[in-house]
T-cell receptor
Framework: DGGITQSPKYLFRKEGQNVTLSCEQN?????MYWYRQDPGQGLRLIYY???????QKGDIAEGYSVSREKKESFPLTVTSAQKNPTAFYLC????????????FGDGTRLSIL | GQNIDQPTEMTATEGAIVQINCTYQ??????LFWYQQHAGEAPTFLSY????GLEEKGRFSSFLSRSKGYSYLLLKELQMKDSASYLC?????????????FGKGTSLLVTP
């Protein structure tokens, strides 16, 4: 079955540490996105990528970095510069058609130790 | 930029009908989406509107008025499992790769 796989489901970060969240899709989708969700809040866009080797900042990119070396993969690194990383992180993708909904992975919950 | 507003919380009774409203202001419009999100889970797609009018899908219907910047999600024959957060999202233009801009969500509680 096609879908989006995020790992790990839970992640703990020590102060000063960088951590990487994995997002893999086998839907052959071109565009991929990373969102952050805080309690009682909507989803906020961190980064997005429309094609391989290209990505753009979203509304809250500071303290995060991404790469898009393969079509299937869009990992997100939460750097030590992100002072408030505790949140639920969601990866999404769409095909090239703008009338299609975004498909979401199951999310990664990141907490500070 | 975009601004999306929806009520924070709503309560309804099992078997009843509930309408969740969403208003938006956007500089580029490529469709409005409704998602359902249970606590701790990813959002799941419910409906899509790009033209004015009502879209019906089983117990769920969604309405759009582009001139008013207004949409609603109608849930009929409410079930306990419908207790969840409902997210209204507007698709931005190509300048942000058609990303979705989400409202803060409406937490719906269905009571017996």
């Amino acid at each position: 079955d096609g879908g989006i796989t995020q790992s790990p489901k839970y992640l703990f970060r020590k102060e000063g540490q960088n951590v990487t969240l994995s997002c893999e899709q086998n839907l052959n989708h071109d565009a991929m996105y990373w969102y952050r969700q805080d309690p009682g809040q909507g989803l906020r866009l961190i980064y997005y990528s429309q094609i391989v080797n290209d990505f753009q900042k979203g509304d809250i990119a500071e303290g995060y970095s991404v790469s898009r070396e393969k079509k299937e993969s869009f990992p997100l690194t939460v750097t030590s510069a992100q002072k408030n990383p505790t949140a639920f992180y969601l990866c999404a993708s769409i095909s090239g058609q703008i009338n299609q909904p975004q498909h979401f992975g199951d999310g990664t919950r990141l907490s500070i130790l | 930029g975009q601004n999306i507003d929806q009520p924070t919380e709503m309560t309804a009774t099992e078997g009843a009908i509930v309408q969740i409203n969403c208003t938006y202001q956007t500089s580029g419009f490529n469709g409005l989406f409704w998602y359902q999100q249970h606590a701790g889970e990813a959002p799941t797609f419910l409906s899509y509107n790009v033209l004015d009018g009502l879209e019906e899908k089983g117990r769920f219907s969604s309405f759009l008025s582009r001139s008013k910047g207004y949409s609603y999600l109608l849930l009929k024959e409410l079930q306990m499992k419908d207790s969840a957060s409902y997210l209204c999202a507007v698709r931005a233009g190509s300048f942000v790769g058609y990303a979705l801009n989400f409202g803060k969500g409406t937490s719906l509680l269905v009571t017996p």
